[in-house]
């Protein structure tokens, strides 16, 4: 049974920086690509960031763009996605999540595992 554990969320004013971290585990976490989106209360969830299988392709949200970078290491399954100049349009619950192919894309069809969410509140 694959399994993607999120950790790292929480309350911060705007401005500052969180890091988000995903643990995987049941599937060989270095043969895909690995992405993160986010929900906010009343919207679309929307894509965010996704990294390649080798870490070498990475592609962002326009909203994201430069304040936010992704990274994976696959010695520990984990993908991480460091969050700078947080703004108050950044809160939402964000979700790690597993694609089915080497390289990322922004349509969430395209990713089969998913976690169960950490809540992200930047307050202004």
């Known amino acids: 049974q694959v399994q993607l554990v999120e950790s790292g969320g929480g309350l911060v004013q705007a401005g500052g920086s969180l890091r988000l971290s995903c643990v995987v585990s049941g599937r060989t976490f270095s043969s895909y690509a690995m992405g993160w989106f986010r929900q906010a209360p009343g919207k679309e969830r929307e894509f965010v960031a996704t990294?390649?299988?080798?870490?070498?392709?990475?592609y962002y949200a326009d909203s994201v763009k430069g304040r936010f970078t992704i990274s994976r290491d696959n010695a520990k399954n984990t993908v991480s996605l460091q969050m700078n100049s947080l703004k108050s349009e950044d809160s939402a619950v964000y979700y790690c999540v597993g694609s089915n192919y080497y390289s990322g894309t922004r349509s969430d069809a395209d990713y089969r595992y998913w976690g169960q969410g950490t809540q992200v509140t930047v307050s202004s």
């Open positions: 990294i390649s299988w080798a870490g070498d392709t990475t």
